[in-house]
C-alpha cells in the first residue's frame, strides 16, 4: 500500500515562531487534505490541496503532485496552534479512502 | 445540519456487550466513511458508502464489526463481543462525493472495560 510519512514527528515552537511541515507520499494521488487534530481530538479541515498553492490567513501549504511531497507552512505560530497536524491521501487507483499520514505533534509555548 | 454530528460522545461498555456508534452526516453528502484512531495513531479507514450501499468495508478488522446506511443519510457502527482491544475513538467523515473534501465528526470514544 501507500505510504505517507510526515516530518518532524515532533516540533516544538515559541509564539511568533515560523514552521514548515512536509508530507511525502509513495504512490500517484489525486485528492490531499491537510488536517488539524485539536487537544480535544477534532480534525479540523485546513486545505484540501491535490496540487498547487493555497493560503489562508497564517497558513498556506504546496503540494508538487508530480514529486509526491506537499508542504504546510505555519507562520507567527500562536499557541493555540499546537495540536497534531496530519495529511491524507487518496491514491489514484484506490479513489474511496483517505489513508492518514504519521503526523507531526506541535506543540508552541508562549 | 451543520457540521458531521457523532453519538454518543463517550461510551463505556463491558467486555463481550454489543455497542452501536451513530454518525449524521452533513446534508447532501452522497459518501460516508468510518475511521478508527488509536491513541498515538492517525485514523485507520474502516469502511466507505457511497449511497446506500457499502462500496468498500475492506478496512474492517473482522467480523464483529459492521455498519449500515439504509437510507443514504445516517449510518450506525456496530460491534458485537466487544473486546478491550475495540478501545478506540471511532470517527465518522462525510464528502459530497468521492475524491472530493471530506469533513470529520467529533468522533465516539469507545472504552471496553
Known amino acids: 500500500g501507500i505510504q505517507v510519512e510526515q516530518s518532524p514527528p515532533d516540533l516544538i515552537l515559541q509564539e511568533g515562531a515560523n514552521s514548515t511541515l512536509r508530507c511525502n507520499f509513495s504512490d500517484s494521488v489525486n485528492n490531499l487534505q491537510w488536517f488539524h487534530q485539536n487537544p480535544w481530538g477534532q480534525l479540523i479541515n485546513l486545505f484540501y490541496i491535490p496540487s498547487g498553492t493555497k493560503q489562508n490567513g497564517r497558513l498556506s501549504a504546496t503540494t508538487v503532485a508530480t514529486e509526491r511531497y506537499s508542504l504546510l507552512y505555519i507562520s507567527s505560530s500562536q499557541t493555540t496552534d499546537s495540536g497534531v497536524y496530519f495529511c491524507?491521501?487518496?491514491?489514484?487507483?484506490?479513489?474511496?479512502?483517505?489513508?492518514f499520514g504519521t503526523g507531526t505533534r506541535l506543540q508552541v509555548f508562549p | 445540519g451543520a457540521g458531521v454530528s457523532q453519538t454518543p460522545s463517550n461510551k463505556v461498555t463491558e467486555k463481550g456487550k454489543y455497542v452501536e456508534l451513530r454518525c449524521d452526516p452533513i446534508?447532501?453528502?452522497?459518501?460516508l466513511y468510518w475511521y478508527r484512531q488509536s491513541l498515538g495513531q492517525g485514523p485507520e479507514f474502516l469502511i466507505y458508502f457511497q449511497g446506500t450501499g457499502a462500496a468498500d468495508d475492506s478496512g474492517l478488522p473482522n467480523d464483529r464489526f459492521f455498519a449500515v446506511r439504509p437510507e443514504g443519510s445516517v449510518s450506525t457502527l456496530k460491534i458485537q463481543r466487544t473486546e478491550r482491544g475495540d478501545s478506540a475513538v471511532y470517527l465518522c467523515a462525510s464528502s459530497w462525493n468521492w475524491n472530493t473534501e471530506a469533513f470529520f465528526g467529533q468522533g465516539t470514544r469507545l472504552t471496553v472495560v
Open positions: 446534508s447532501g453528502h452522497t459518501a
Open positions: 491524507a491521501v487518496e491514491r489514484v487507483v484506490d479513489t474511496d479512502k483517505l489513508i
